[in-house]
């Protein structure tokens, strides 16, 4: 999912953000720095983003298997949650406004 500069980001990304859940992205290295960009938060505690392939599953799957902070974890789902839904509203009603305005221009 990577072409040499640019990240492929996937709708199977932003599952986990939709449903309100903690998200781990399995992918190439730097991806969840990508994904930021956009506005979303990782939890700064798990550290694979710098990782490729089998070493990045196999930090992933440790990370997974330590102890973690579960309010912080429940409140970055949260924040991602209510940040995606509130970018959909955004573009939903601003996208329907823009077609309506093309549409009576016509």
């Not at 781990?24 to 720095?33: D, H, L, T």
């Not at 990782?42 to 930090?59: G, T, V």
Request: hydrophobic share 35%; net charge negative.
């Amino acid at each position: 999912e990577i072409n040499s500069t640019r990240h492929f980001i996937t709708e199977k990304t932003y599952k986990g953000f939709m449903l309100g859940l903690p998200t781990m992205v399995f992918g190439p290295s730097g991806i969840e720095q990508s994904i930021k960009r956009y506005g979303f938060e990782f939890y700064d505690k798990f550290n694979y983003d710098h990782l490729d392939r089998q070493d990045r599953i196999a930090e992933m799957v440790s990370c997974l298997q330590q102890e973690h902070d579960v309010a912080e974890l429940k409140e970055i789902a949260k924040n991602n949650f209510e940040y995606i839904h509130n970018v959909f509203q955004w573009n939903e009603y601003h996208g329907r406004r823009i077609i309506s305005n093309l549409i009576d221009q016509q």
